[in-house]
Every structure is written in C-alpha cells, then in structure tokens.
C-alpha cells in the first residue's frame, strides 16, 4: 500500500488549502482513513477520518472548519481546510487501514483507530 499526500503549502490565517492523498495498492472493500498531523514540538493528533460506509469523525479543533470526503473511483482521499489558523501549522498525514465490517458498524472508524499504514506527509503553515 502506498500513499502520497499533497497539496500543502503556506497561506495567511483564514485562508483555505485542499490536501490530496492517492492510495495505491489498496483492494480492501471495508476500510477506515484518516488524516492525522504533527505540529512543531507537538504530538501527532486526528484530525479527521472517514470509513467506506462514508461514516466521518472530525477532530473538536476542526470541526465547521475542515471536511473529509474521498473519491472511490480515484482512490483518492481529500481534506478541505478552510478558515486556517495558526495553530493548524503542522505536518499532515493521510493513514489507511482495513476495518471489518462489523467494527465499522461499532464506530471504530476513529482518530484512536491503529493505523497500519502512512503516507509521507505534506506541509501546512499557516502564518498570522
């Protein structure tokens, strides 16, 4: 499984970015992926994750300020950020993961959810 993220950059607070991140080598019907990030001398943090029943879980931080979505055809996962703020400034990481159907029923689809594969990682800032 590979995956590549993009569409990272620097724009002023209140600004908005859309991140981009292709996975490839991935045939799994039933799945959970996410988008986690890691700011400067902070730990990695969720940010957002969407399973295959479209089910999505936002981080309270982002929450009327980013949205999740996914193109199954293109196999591409994506992140709106809108309304940027400083404190958003971090590296971002699209992850991706098998979930049986029955954890997915469960709601297991979640910024906790052990992630068994990560992209690279693509660079936000978001400057004043």
Known sequence: ??????????????????????V???THSSYCVGWFRQGPGKE????ATVDSDGNKDYADSVKGRFTISQDTTQNTLFLQMDNLKPEDTAMYYCAADTLAPGLIRG?????????SSWGQGTQVTVSA
């Open 107 to 115: 709601g297991r689809c979640n910024s906790r959810f052990v992630f």
């Open 1 to 22: 499984v590979r995956l590549v993220e993009s569409g990272g950059g620097s724009v002023q607070a209140g600004g908005s970015l859309r991140l981009s991140c292709e």
């Open 44 to 47: 990695r943090e969720g940010v």
């Open 24 to 26: 490839s080598g991935y």
